[in-house]
């Protein structure tokens, strides 16, 4: 999969935290560019599938990897499903936000190419 990402967009999420005095480190930075380039690789693997986010709580669905992400940096953990394929996302890891995913192969080839999309691949 040779996957464009267009380029990542601002959250309405990130005002509220810097409200509160939060400021992005580099590290955040990077699990940002990893879950955008993983939603809209993942969106392009499966055409059609609903976009969710289960955040621990509540399974929200997504209309768009944008409110996907929304969801997922509200929360530390999260799971991006689209139909029975899910990822496990993990905030405060860095390189490694991406924890864990279903052992399928278009959810491994959505993640390689979002990792060679963010230049870690």
Known sequence: MNA????LPKLDIDQA?????WRPKASHVIERQIA?????CLVAEFPGKQLAVYDGGETIKCADPKAAMEAIFAVDEAVVRLGGHWVLLIQGNGEDVVSDYGVNPQVESAVNAAMVAVGLG
């Open 4 to 7: 464009m990402v267009p380029p």
């Open 17 to 21: 935290y810097r409200d509160g005095g």
């Open 36 to 40: 955008w380039a993983l939603l809209n």
